[in-house]
Each structure stands twice: as structure tokens, then as C-alpha cells.
């Protein structure tokens, strides 16, 4: 490899760090954010019952364990349905940080990558939506 | 309890979390399952959805760092990725079929090695002869120092693959990021320096953690009313230490918190199988 492609391949692994550096606090931030104000809103809402009990494992409802069921929770303002939409956003981050990182590879033609980054995703892929709950 | 006192105390709880794991290197999630489970009596199952929230944001937030001062080697954690992450699928999908109490016990044993881990001998020295694979999947790399950058040459990749897919299952399997395994795999085992082998663990464990976090979000793991205070505390304890860290030597800490962790385990363990989960 000359030293001019070694110079160019450094800086394209650069921007791609910065990149995924910036899209990872993002992320975090965002969620937090909305996590922080649906819980704000459920402590308002019921902040005074007592607390359910724990101890017992009983599950959650599709509310609050499906896409659709959380979407129409946030439309409703529901504010435990904002929590898990954060929730949601927080998961989703790590793997938008792989389609980020597979875009780099693309761009600086890295076969090899592109191939090991298109594995990790779609063993997210299947199992999202793998059917694997059981 | 009222819901309020509930989550304010689970807040309090999970920023002393967040904090002790950060200070120790253990990872948040790891010291909230106990938390939940010992002390609020909390089923362990969603102990294990809220920890792996806490991972997730602990490691997104960290890495984010870590990565713009070009230390972690992303193409080494991509290439992991793939055995950490089915690992963790595979985890998920044990759980299922695995009792709490043993998952407590073998969260006990996990517990007391990570806090082995985090006492041993670090590496520091960076291999100059790399073995073939390792130059075929362009995982050598270089990490900047105070001395200017440091070239380093990995060796045992398939060891090093190996182990990681057991740090995924046990991911998965119990909820935490097993970062003391992965240490484990880059350090020991592939001989990466380690301070690139921490960064890289830390990058990864996001991405273990997503993994199996889908799984268990669908499953009904995730309450809304735990995660909430759980994940801010976590995130504000872990923020906390990074500072903390940055002007203290933490050797005198470190010591002592592994030592309360290693009663903490004991204690699942023994709870375990008093069969109490």
C-alpha cells in the first residue's frame, strides 16, 4: 500500500469515529431525555398509589412490549408508554451505531467489514423480530 | 411504599450503582441486580431487563469518549460483535428455560470472578509479532499515549472468539455486560494492551447488550416504572465516577468495594440456592 492510500484510509477511519462517537451521546442524551419525562409524568400521575408489588414476576402487557403498542402510548401521552419509548430509543442506539459503522466501511470499500457488519446486523435483525420471546 | 418513595430510593440506590461500578470497572448493571433483588425484593427477571437498560446507556455514554480519542479498535469490537452477539442471543434464549435461582447462583459466580478480574495484573505491553489471522482481519492497530502512538499486533483470535461467545451467552443469560470476560478474551487471551482492550470491551457491550435487551423488551422483562429511575441513576453514578476517576487513584476503593461485592455475591449465591428468586 502506497503512503498516500494509507493517509487517505487513517482519515476516512477518523471522520467514522467522530461519527460514531457524536451518533452514541446522541443517543444516550435523547433517551435519557425522554426517559427523564415520561417518568416525570408517571410520578405525577402516580406518584401517590402504592407500589405494585414486584416480587412476583407477572410480565408486561403488549402495551409496553410491542412497537405498536408503545407508539400509541406516546400519541396517547400515556406516561409510562413515553418511558418505554425512550426505552426503545436507547436499545436502537448501539444498533444504529452498526449501520453507521457499516456505512463507513462501504465508503472506504472495506469488503471484508462490510461483510462482518452486515453479520452483526442481521443477528440484531433476527432477533428483533425473530419471534424469539417465547 | 408509595410509588414516589419507591423510585427516589431506587434512584439513590442506582446512582450508588452506577458509581461503585464505575470506580471498580464492574459496569452499573452489574451491582443493580443485587440491588434490586436483595434489597426491594424485586423478581429477578426484571432486575435482569433493567440491568441490561443500564448497560447499554453506560456503555453508549462511555464509549462515546473513548472512541473520539481513538483508542477503542472498532474493527476488532465489529469483528467480536458477531460472537458476542449471537451468544447473547442464544442467552436470551436459555433463560427461558433456566430457573431463577440457578441464574442467581451462576450470577453470584460471575460476580466474584469480575471482581477477581478487575484486581489482577493488567497488560500493558503491546505484542510486536501478531499471528496470521489477525493481519488477514486487519485487527492490528495503534492507540495514542502520552509517548506519542503505540503499535500493537493481536495473536489467539479463535481463542479470543471463543471466549467472547461465552461472554455473550452469559450476557444474555444474566443481564450484564460481562466486561471482566471480555477483558479477559482481549487481554490474557489475544494480548491486546489494556487499555485498549477496557475501551474496546466497553464499545461492545452496547451492542451484547441491544442484543438480547430486544429479546427481553418483548418478553415483558422491561418495567417502565423500574427502568426509568434505574437507567438516570445508573447514567448519573457512571458520570460521576468518570470524574471521580480522572482525580483520584481509585486502588484504595477498589479494594474495598470488591470486597463488599464479594459478600454481595455470596449472598445471591447462598439466596440462590435457598432457592429465595
Not at chain 1, 92 to 114: C, H, M, N, Q, W
Not at chain 2, 224 to 252: E, H, N, S, Y
Amino acid at each position: 500500500m502506497t503512503n498516500t492510500n494509507n493517509k487517505t484510509k487513517n482519515l476516512g477511519d477518523r471522520d467514522i469515529e467522530l461519527l460514531v462517537g457524536r451518533l452514541l451521546r446522541t443517543g444516550v442524551v435523547t433517551a435519557s431525555c425522554i426517559v427523564l419525562l415520561g417518568g416525570i409524568l408517571f410520578l405525577i400521575q402516580h406518584g401517590a398509589s402504592p407500589m405494585p408489588s414486584y416480587h412476583h414476576f407477572a410480565g408486561e402487557s403488549a402495551n409496553y412490549t410491542t412497537f405498536d403498542g408503545i407508539l400509541s402510548g406516546v400519541m396517547q401521552l400515556n406516561a409510562k408508554g413515553i418511558v418505554q419509548f425512550g426505552v426503545m430509543v436507547l436499545i436502537a442506539t448501539p444498533v444504529l451505531r452498526i449501520a453507521l459503522s457499516l456505512i463507513g466501511f462501504v465508503l472506504e470499500k472495506d469488503l471484508l467489514y462490510v461483510v462482518i457488519t452486515t453479520i452483526v446486523l442481521c443477528v440484531m435483525l433476527f432477533s428483533t423480530i425473530g419471534g424469539l420471546k417465547v | 411504599m408509595t410509588i414516589l418513595t419507591f423510585t427516589l430510593i431506587l434512584l439513590a440506590g442506582a446512582y450508588l450503582a452506577g458509581l461503585v461500578g464505575s470506580l471498580t470497572g464492574l459496569g452499573g448493571g452489574v451491582v443493580v441486580i443485587p440491588l434490586l433483588t436483595l434489597v426491594f425484593q424485586v423478581d429477578i427477571r426484571y432486575a435482569i431487563g433493567a440491568a441490561l437498560l443500564a448497560s447499554i446507556a453506560n456503555s453508549s455514554g462511555a464509549a462515546s469518549a473513548y472512541v473520539k480519542e481513538g483508542i477503542t479498535n472498532i474493527r476488532l469490537g465489529m469483528f467480536l460483535e458477531i460472537a458476542t452477539t449471537v451468544g447473547a442471543v442464544i442467552g436470551a434464549l436459555l433463560a427461558v428455560y433456566t430457573p431463577t435461582n440457578t441464574i442467581a447462583v451462576l450470577f453470584g459466580c460471575i460476580l466474584l470472578f469480575s471482581a477477581a478480574m478487575t484486581l489482577r495484573k493488567k497488560n500493558q505491553a503491546a505484542l510486536t509479532e501478531g499471528s496470521r489471522t489477525s493481519a488477514f482481519l486487519k485487527l492490528n492497530g495503534s492507540y495514542p499515549t502520552a509517548e506519542g502512538p503505540v503499535e500493537y499486533k493481536l495473536k489467539n483470535v479463535g481463542a479470543g472468539f471463543s471466549i467472547m461467545t461465552v461472554a455473550g451467552v452469559l450476557s444474555g443469560l444474566l443481564g450484564i455486560g460481562s466486561g471482566a470476560l471480555k477483558v479477559l478474551a482481549m487481554d490474557s487471551t489475544m494480548h491486546i494492551p489494556f487499555k485498549v482492550s477496557t475501551t474496546t470491551s466497553n464499545f461492545m457491550i452496547g451492542v451484547t447488550a441491544a442484543a438480547s435487551a430486544v429479546v427481553y423488551l418483548q418478553r415483558g422483562y422491561m418495567d417502565p416504572a423500574i427502568a426509568f429511575p434505574v437507567v438516570l441513576g445508573v447514567l448519573g453514578g457512571a458520570f460521576t465516577g468518570a470524574k471521580l476517576l480522572k482525580r483520584l487513584d481509585p486502588k484504595v476503593l477498589r479494594y474495598i468495594f470488591c470486597t463488599a461485592i464479594v459478600f454481595v455475591a455470596v449472598e445471591m449465591m447462598y439466596n440462590g440456592f435457598q432457592h429465595k428468586f
